[in-house]
T-cell receptor
Framework: NAGVMQNPRHLVRRRGQEARLRCSPVKGHSHVYWYRQLPEEGLKFMVYLQKENIIDESGMPKERFSAEFPKEGPSILRIQQVVRGDSAAYFC?????????????FGPGTRLTVL | DQQVKQNSPSLSVQEGRISILNCDYT??????FLWYKKYPAEGPTFLISISSIKDKNEDGRFTVFLNKSAKHLSLHIVPSQPGDSAVYFCAASYSGNTPLVFGKGTRLSVIA
């Protein structure tokens, strides 16, 4: 009965490198959300995906950031040419098709540090 | 332009007493309100939620109150326990499967 899995838990990148964050939702959940948390801030929505579809990417920067949720395999959040301001905790959440209480289940997060 | 606000960054309460965490929102279109608890280096954990058509929801030691006219909700924890020490986030969502809008959180410390 595994929950949301995220890997890696910690990721260190130098400026200009690529960061690739993975998220496996709760088994049977078809909706995936990515959030970012900066220090001393709340979680900010980035992108909402269903299998093979991006539903809402209004919170994701237009450049350097992309996300996918393929038919098979985990959801991937990709950050190209990372900058120091990308350092943050990135959380993935999943929900079933119809969540009565609107609850989303969160993973443990990936802490990205850009040197 | 924060749609969900938690104006108290921190709160200290003695063990056994009541903890009251507050949250205000600006958008009357929100359909559901949720509270999450977060420990350091972990993801948020769902605590309790309330629909916009209700004014109270209770689950064990946790009760959430919603005052729609004031656009205000609160989480009551009674009795408070040391294990409740964590950051509590208030979140809101629109109808259907939609992203959550979070407040900045309140750090609760329960002192033994």
């Amino acid at each position: 009965n595994a929950g949301v899995m995220q890997n890696p838990r910690h990721l260190v990148r130098r400026r200009g490198q690529e960061a690739r964050l993975r998220c496996s939702p709760v088994k049977g959940h078809s909706h995936v959300y990515w959030y970012r948390q900066l220090p001393e801030e709340g979680l900010k929505f980035m992108v909402y995906l269903q299998k093979e579809n991006i539903i809402d990417e209004s919170g994701m920067p237009k450049e350097r950031f992309s996300a996918e949720f393929p038919k098979e395999g985990p959801s991937i959040l990709r950050i190209q040419q990372v900058v120091r301001g990308d350092s943050a905790a990135y959380f993935c959440a999943s929900s079933p098709l119809r969540a009565a209480s609107h609850e989303q289940f969160f993973g443990p997060g990936t802490r990205l540090t850009v040197l | 332009d924060q749609q969900v606000k938690q104006n108290s960054p921190s709160l200290s309460v003695q063990e056994g007493r009541i903890s009251i965490l507050n949250c205000d929102y600006t958008n009357s279109m929100f359909d559901y309100f949720l509270w999450y608890k977060k420990y350091p280096a972990e993801g948020p954990t769902f605590l309790i939620s309330i629909s916009s058509i209700k004014d109270k929801n209770e689950d064990g030691r946790f009760t959430v109150f919603l005052n729609k006219s004031a656009k205000h909700l609160s989480l009551h924890i009674v009795p408070s326990q040391p294990g409740d020490s964590a950051v509590y986030f208030c979140a809101a969502s629109y109808s259907g499967n939609t992203p959550l809008v979070f407040g900045k959180g309140t750090r609760l410390s329960v002192i033994a």
